[in-house]
Every structure is written in C-alpha cells, then in structure tokens.
C-alpha cells in the first residue's frame, strides 16, 4: 500500500511565481520527512527536510510546512526559476522497527517552470 | 561530499544472461546501502537493505534468487540482475548511508542505472 501520496503528478508555473507540491501520508509513526529533487536518469537529490516536531522549515527559496494532525506536507519554492524543472519526490521516515533508515516515496510531481 | 556512484550507467542485454551494477560510496564508508527500482512515471521502489558484511534484507515481493545483493566492504555493494528477462528492464538506483554521520534519514544517490533486457 502506498502510505506515501502525491496526487498531483504534474505542476505547470510561470517563472518568478510559487510552485505549491503537496503530499500527504498515512502512517502516524513516520516521523521524518525529505523532499528530493530529480532529473531524468539520474539519481535524486535531497533538498530538504523536516523533523515531526517542527511545523515549517525554510532553506533559501524552500520551505516544507507540516500538518501532522492532516498528515499533510507541502514544498514551497518561491520564486520558480526554470532550473527547478524535474520531478520533485517526497519521502517519509518512520521508528518503526522493520523500517528504521529506509525511505518511502511518493510518485512525485513533475514541475515545469515556464518562462 | 558524499558522493555515490553507478556503473554502469546504462546497459543492454539479452533475455536469459544475468548482469552486474556496482554501486560505491566514493569519499565516505557506507554501513548500509539501499537499492531502488523505478518504473517510468512511478515511485522509487525499495526492492532492499543492505549492510556491509551481512545478507541483505529484501522487500516483499522481491526475489532473492534473482536480484543477488552483495555489500563486501563499506565503499561497495553489488547488484546483480539474474537470468534477466524483458519485465526487469528498469532504472535501477542504489542509495549509501555514511557510517560516520549515521542518521537515519540521510541516504546519498548514486546516478541508477538503465537496464534495457531484449
């Protein structure tokens, strides 16, 4: 079962705008979120993260917002420069015992930042 | 920093042979090592873990018999594809964790690898 979800498999953005990637999930033990970025065939690179504990981390043009009692996190990049075109994955750690270190991901959002 | 590397990078091969990917931490000593699959379009699949000097641990529904992994030291872990057929034609992408800074979270990708099986 996928316990980690982007239901928006596409985002369209003009540049100098706000691109808005959603992503919720379903179990309450995760408790460490990532957002990766990549381009095609290559491997993904992180770009930021959030502990359960905090509700926003900001890092120069992004920031990760969490809702943990909606189970919902989002990315916000602002301003969108074309660089940012790729698919944008989240991705979820949890304490549970079978799990520890490993990742979940969501399908991710492919972002095309437009000029 | 920590970087991790892929070979190769793509390859193509005939229905039936088996084939290698190498995956290694170039400037830090991995303790565990995660290998990927992704499908087109689709989410990076965990297929499983492994840890240097042990047997890997696999995913649910993935067969060990086929996807032989092998971590014999801390900068390297193979995978190798065997008895390919055209259903395991994929982007195969590995992650390491550094020993040293060890958080959980923290994984480094290598590049994947394309497998094309004719």
């Known amino acids: 079962d996928q316990q980690v979800k982007q239901n928006s498999p596409s985002l369209s953005v003009q540049e100098g705008r706000i691109s808005i990637l959603n992503c919720d999930y379903t179990?309450?033990?995760?408790?460490?979120f990532l957002w990766y970025k990549k381009y095609p065939a290559e491997g993904p690179t992180f770009l930021i993260s959030?502990?359960?504990?905090?509700d926003k981390n900001e890092d120069g043009r992004f920031t990760v917002f969490l809702n943990k009692s909606a189970k919902h996190l989002s990315l916000h990049i602002v301003p969108s420069q074309p660089g940012d075109s790729a698919v944008y994955f989240c991705a979820a750690s949890g304490l549970m015992a079978d799990s520890w270190g490993k990742l979940q991901f969501g399908a991710g959002t492919q972002v095309v930042v437009t000029p | 920093g920590a970087v991790v590397s892929q070979h190769p990078s793509r390859v193509i091969c005939k229905s039936g042979t088996s084939v290698k990917i190498e995956c290694r931490s170039l400037?830090?000593?991995?303790?565990?090592m995660f290998w990927y699959r992704q499908f087109p379009k689709q989410s990076l699949m965990l297929m499983a873990t492994s840890n240097e000097g042990s047997k890997a641990t696999y995913e649910q529904g993935v067969e060990k018999d086929k996807f032989l992994i092998n971590h014999a030291s801390l900068t390297l872990s193979t995978l190798t594809v065997t008895s390919a057929h055209p259903e395991d034609s994929s982007f195969y992408i590995c992650?390491?964790?550094?020993?040293?800074?060890?958080?959980?979270?923290?994984?480094?990708f290598g590049p994947g690898t394309r497998l094309t099986v004719t």
């Open positions: 992650s390491a964790r550094d020993r040293l800074r060890d958080r959980r979270y923290e994984q480094y």
């Open positions: 959030i502990s359960s504990i905090k």
């Open positions: 179990n309450s033990m995760f408790d460490y």
């Open positions: 400037d830090f000593q991995a303790t565990t």
